[in-house]
């Protein structure tokens, strides 16, 4: 099966420090990966549509400057979240499409002291 | 219009019964419904998905049903197990668009 990988998987950080999380489709190509951000006992939040060769689309109210992302070819997509601040702390999920079906990475732990 | 709305939050289900969740959704350009499997620290994990031309599909003791009318889908787990404990998300999306829109989740408690 389809499989994609974080690293990550956990980092500590302190505030106003850059952290870069990787995202990695490992027997698949994927022009377009999925960020999502998920707090304790929440669903699932889109951040942005990681576009291979273009930039990266944001969805509503996510500030692109603060979580910048680079898909820098058909199998890794990166997340780096710049000068971050305590409230940043959550859980970083990725996701790559075949066809209708995503699949998604094992996740990275974020905490910002 | 993008929300999909699950229900119920969490559910405690005894060892052998059937775990039912449900969703609804608003869009009717959604022609994907798949379900999510999450363990905590981990990501989720595709269990099952249908398209709106059938209106069940059963994969082992999984089986989604679509109402496509009432702009309903549910998931049954049969003879539920304790290792089934996990949260549950549906979610839906529009083809060619591949983002998908989550219901808020559904917390399951199989008591053994």
């Known amino acids: 099966g389809a499989v994609v990988s974080q690293h990550p998987s956990w980092v500590i950080c302190k505030s106003g420090t850059s952290v870069k999380i990787e995202c990695r489709s490992l027997?698949?190509?994927?022009?377009?990966m999925f960020w999502y951000r998920q707090f304790p006992k929440q669903s699932l939040m889109l951040m942005a549509t990681?576009?291979?060769?273009?930039?990266?689309?944001?969805e509503q109210g996510v500030e692109k400057d603060k979580f910048l992302i680079n898909h820098a070819s058909l199998t890794l997509s990166t997340l780096t979240v710049t000068s971050a601040h305590p409230e940043d702390s959550s859980f970083y999920i990725c996701?790559?499409?075949?066809?209708?079906?995503?699949?998604f990475g094992p996740g990275t732990r974020l905490t910002v002291t | 219009q993008q929300q999909v709305k699950q229900s119920p939050q969490s559910l405690i289900v005894q060892k052998g019964g059937i775990s039912i969740i449900n969703c609804a959704y608003e869009n009717t350009a959604f022609d994907y419904f798949p379900w999510y499997q999450q363990f905590p620290g981990k990501g989720p994990a595709l269990l099952i998905a249908i398209r709106p031309d059938v209106s069940e599909k059963k994969e082992g003791r999984f089986t989604i049903s679509f109402n496509k009318s009432a702009k309903q889908f549910s998931l049954h787990i049969m003879d539920s197990q304790p290792g089934d404990s996990a949260t549950y998300f549906c979610?839906?999306?529009?083809?060619?668009?591949?983002?998908?829109?989550f219901g808020q989740g559904t917390r399951l408690t199989i008591n053994p």
């Open positions: 027997d698949f190509q994927a022009t377009t």
């Open positions: 990681s576009n291979e060769g273009s930039k990266a689309t944001y």
């Open positions: 979610a839906a999306s529009r083809s060619g668009a591949q983002k998908l829109v």
């Open positions: 996701s790559a499409p075949i066809s209708y079906e995503q699949y």
